[in-house]
């Protein structure tokens, strides 16, 4: 059974840095698009990075501030943030597809339950 389970979120300081984990189990992810996506109340879910071997992909909102990253073994994923804003607040959820990295939601199979990332100003 897959599963993936995040951890590393929240409360903190604007100015601050997060970093948040992906466990994923259940099968081997190293050739997996692996996926940062956040919601926000009342919003959309959006996309926040994405890794595959063939590298990285951030949303213009988080470029230069966050940094995805993976194991050697493929199966945990990172996300460092830093230079945190009261905009960063959301639920933060790992996502992964066996598929192309995307950038769209829908085309992630599996999905954690989520950590919550709270900023304060």
């Known amino acids: 059974q897959v599963r993936l389970v995040e951890s590393g979120g929240g409360l903190v300081q604007a100015g601050s840095s997060l970093r948040l984990s992906c466990a994923a189990s259940g099968r081997t992810f190293i050739n997996y698009a692996m996926a940062w996506f956040r919601q926000a109340p009342g919003k959309e879910r959006e996309f926040v990075a994405a890794?595959?071997?063939?590298?990285?992909y951030y949303a213009d909102s988080v470029k230069g501030r966050f940094t995805i990253s993976r194991d050697n073994a493929g199966n945990t994923v990172y996300l460092q943030m830093n230079s945190l804003t009261p905009e960063d607040t959301a639920v933060y959820y790992c996502?992964?597809?066996?598929?192309?990295?995307?950038?769209?939601?829908?085309?992630?199979?599996?999905w954690g339950q989520g950590t919550q990332v709270t900023v304060s100003s």
């Open positions: 996502a992964a597809q066996s598929g192309v990295l995307t950038t769209t939601w829908s085309d992630y199979n599996y």
């Open positions: 890794i595959r071997k063939s590298g990285a």
